[in-house]
């Protein structure tokens, strides 16, 4: 079945600096990727949809300076929380769509952010 | 009001019991419907789809879909603690990209 690979599974660090998160479509061509963020207790919060060569569409209310997103080729995309705040610090998760019908989508294991 | 609302819970239940889940919507051009269940710090996985009111029947699990009544149910038979897990509900609509989820419901299964 459809694989998403995604990288760090949890990860810390210092206020100002910046992580990258991966998010790789293993078996199959991953055309639209979706990056989530979850609260404690709380749904999936849409944050952006990147389809990929083109520049990602943010959802409202989401900084695109401060959440850099890649989508450069059909296997990988790459969230960048930039000069990280501990206000920042969620659960963040990505999902694939790999062109076929809207079932077809496939969750990371999501990575753990925690900025001190 | 919110596009799809479901009760967070937490919803406590013994081994072996009946469970069910639900969720409404307000937003009649919905087509798709998935439920979803996430363990503690995993990425959440495709339990069941629907696409036409009915029910829909896979092992333990009917999901059931009301789309006169804009209500969605997930029901969970001979119910283990393997299934405590949180479990979203997620519409969408043909052509349209994105999948509005529930707030998830929180399910413990007590042995």
């Known amino acids: 079945g459809a694989v998403v690979s995604q990288h760090p599974s949890r990860v810390i660090c210092k206020s100002g600096t910046s992580v990258k998160i991966e998010c790789r479509s293993l078996d199959f061509q991953a055309t639209t990727m979706f990056w989530y963020r979850q609260f404690p207790k709380q749904s999936l919060m849409l944050m952006a949809t990147?389809?990929?060569?083109?520049?990602?569409?943010?959802e409202q209310g989401v900084e695109k300076d401060k959440f850099l997103i890649n989508h450069a080729s059909l296997t990988l995309s790459t969230l960048t929380v930039t000069s990280a705040h501990p206000e920042d610090s969620s659960f963040y998760i990505c999902?694939?769509?790999?062109?076929?019908?809207?079932?077809?989508?496939?969750f990371g294991s999501g990575t753990r952010l925690t900025v001190v | 009001q919110k596009e799809v609302e479901q009760d967070p819970g937490p919803l406590s239940v013994p081994e072996g019991a009946i469970v069910s889940l639900n969720c409404t919507y307000s937003?009649?051009?919905?087509?798709?419907f998935m439920w979803y269940r996430q363990y503690s710090r995993k990425g959440p996985e495709l339990l069941m789809y629907?696409?036409?009111?009915g029910n829909k029947e896979d092992g333990r699990f009917t999901a059931q879909v009301d789309k006169s009544s804009k209500y969605i149910s997930l029901f969970i038979r001979d119910s283990q603690p393997s299934d405590s897990a949180t479990y979203l509900c997620?519409?969408?609509?043909?052509?349209?990209?994105?999948?509005?989820f529930g707030q998830g419901t929180r399910l413990t299964i007590n042995p």
């Open positions: 997620a519409m969408g609509i043909q052509g349209a990209q994105k999948l509005v």
């Open positions: 990147s389809n990929e060569g083109s520049k990602a569409t943010y």
């Open positions: 937003n009649s051009a919905f087509q798709y």
């Open positions: 629907t696409y036409s009111s």
């Open positions: 999902s694939a769509q790999g062109g076929q019908t809207l079932y077809g989508y496939t």
